[in-house]
């Protein structure tokens, strides 16, 4: 007999939530921000919201589905099964979050708080998960993701960006190499490099993108293809500026080499969920074969 379909809630911490657990209780809290000149009375109601969502999310689940809650933090320990359906309560950021975790199944965004968050990822309203959910979700867009993989195999994928750098992110030495190091290296000293997605063009590498100035076409978040940037290259008699932002077709790659004490490489912005390397280790970063099935 085939179990039935599981929707598993993600929500996150809410920053209500995280000033009463430092400072203990709410008027501990709200003294805190009133000697700053904030009232609490903000981060209480968009907490309220946010619970009220979840609230109204639960209660939309089929009776005869099963059901389970995780928190952000508690992501990387959670076991996600075959017939779960995905339903993230939250903000865009939480999306890509668990993406990392899934090998297929589908993704539903609920907006916790619209209005206040894009809704590239969160496309829905709490109100509308019964009817979504009803249809388990049958219309889903293939989101193409990134993953980095180092000579020792460890593998790192994220929906957004990857980036490469120190922990720090200060100067970092490396050796850059395009199509499997057949084609161009060039040694290079700069703050990280930073390879991102069509989702990822919406955020972080739309930044780098329109700072520079780049002509550079972003890709889609359905496309295959990556774009890559090099933050603040430094050109030395040892290293140079030639290769500094580029694309990846699927069948592509970009080789970094390290040739610093330590680099990391994480994704989407969570560091402490990183690939430690190390020097002479080198990591291959390139279009994943995996896709984020979001709910249209």
């Not at 000293?189 to 930073?194: F, I, M, R, T, Y």
């Not at 069948?251 to 040739?259: D, F, I």
């Not at 004490?261 to 995996?290: H, P, Y």
């Amino acid at each position: 007999m085939s179990l039935a379909p599981r929707a598993v809630l993600v929500r996150r911490t809410t920053e209500y939530e995280e000033l009463v657990a430092r400072h203990g209780t709410h008027g501990q809290a709200a003294f805190f921000l009133a000697s700053r000149g904030r009232d609490i009375e903000e981060v209480a109601e968009r907490h309220r919201r946010a619970r009220r969502a979840l609230a109204e999310v639960t209660a939309a689940v089929p009776l005869t589905w099963r059901q389970a809650q995780v928190e952000r933090a508690d992501l990387d320990r959670f076991l996600f099964a075959p017939e779960d359906v995905v339903v993230v309560v939250g903000q865009d950021g939480l999306v890509a979050n668990v993406a990392k975790y899934l090998t297929g199944q589908p993704v539903l965004g609920i907006d916790s708080d619209p209005g206040r968050n894009p809704g590239v990822l969160v496309r829905h309203r709490p109100q509308d998960a019964a009817k979504l959910l009803s249809a388990a979700p049958a219309v889903v867009d293939e989101l193409t993701m990134v993953e980095a993989v180092t000579d020792d195999t460890q593998r790192l994928v994220a929906l957004n960006e990857i980036f490469l750098g120190t922990p720090g992110h200060q100067t970092a030495r490396y050796r850059l190499g395009l199509d499997d190091d057949g084609g161009a290296v060039e040694a290079q000293a700069s703050s990280g490099v930073l390879v991102g997605t069509g989702t990822g063009a919406t955020g972080w590498l739309r930044s780098v993108w329109q700072e520079r100035g780049s002509r550079l076409p972003l890709p889609s978040p359905t496309e295959d293809r990556l774009v890559w940037f090099v933050r603040e290259a430094w050109p030395s008699p040892a290293t140079g500026t030639t290769l500094v932002a580029g694309d990846l077709t699927a069948s592509a790659t970009l080789t970094v080499t390290v040739e610093s004490d330590r680099l990391i490489a994480f994704g989407d912005g969570i560091e402490s969920d990183a690939l430690q390397l190390t020097w002479g280790q080198s990591v291959r970063v390139g279009v994943c074969g995996q896709r984020l099935r979001l709910a249209g």
